[in-house]
Nanobody, 124 residues
Framework: QVQLVESGGGLVQAGGSLRLSCAAS????????MGWFRQAPGKEREFVAA????????RYGDSVKGRFTISRDNAMNTVYLLLNSLKPEDTAVYHC?????????????????WGQGTQVTVSS
């Protein structure tokens, strides 16, 4: 089991940057594939980014590719998401998620553990 707590959200102007953090409990963090998702009011939850257990492989949603960067520090039990060149349409609650189970949907679906989320608001 793992508990996830996000932080770092806030209000930023278009073109600005934010760095989100996801702190995980437990001793087996390096066993988890980690991802970031976002959800805006009235919209479906959207895959943003994912990172492999070792951090050697990453995946990004088309809407954020080239602008966001996911990373992890297994020694600190933390996953990060750097959001650059922010646009108003990036406004959403951002959730981190983790799974130890690899399926055909990994890394865009199939996560077992979820944080409560952190709000990112981008003004124009």
């Amino acid at each position: 089991q793992v508990q996830l707590v996000e932080s770092g959200g806030g209000l930023v102007q278009a073109g600005g940057s934010l760095r989100l953090s996801c702190a995980a409990s437990g001793r087996t963090f390096s066993s988890y594939v980690m991802g970031w998702f976002r959800q805006a009011p009235g919209k479906e939850r959207e895959f943003v980014a994912a990172i492999s257990r070792s951090g050697g492989s990453t995946r990004y949603g088309d809407s954020v590719k080239g602008r966001f960067t996911i990373s992890r520090d297994n020694a600190m039990n933390t996953v990060y998401l750097l959001l650059n060149s922010l646009k108003p349409e990036d406004t959403a609650v951002y959730h981190c998620a983790g799974t130890r189970i690899i399926t055909e949907g990994t890394p865009t679906t199939g996560y077992d553990y979820w944080g409560q989320g952190t709000q990112v608001t981008v003004s124009s």
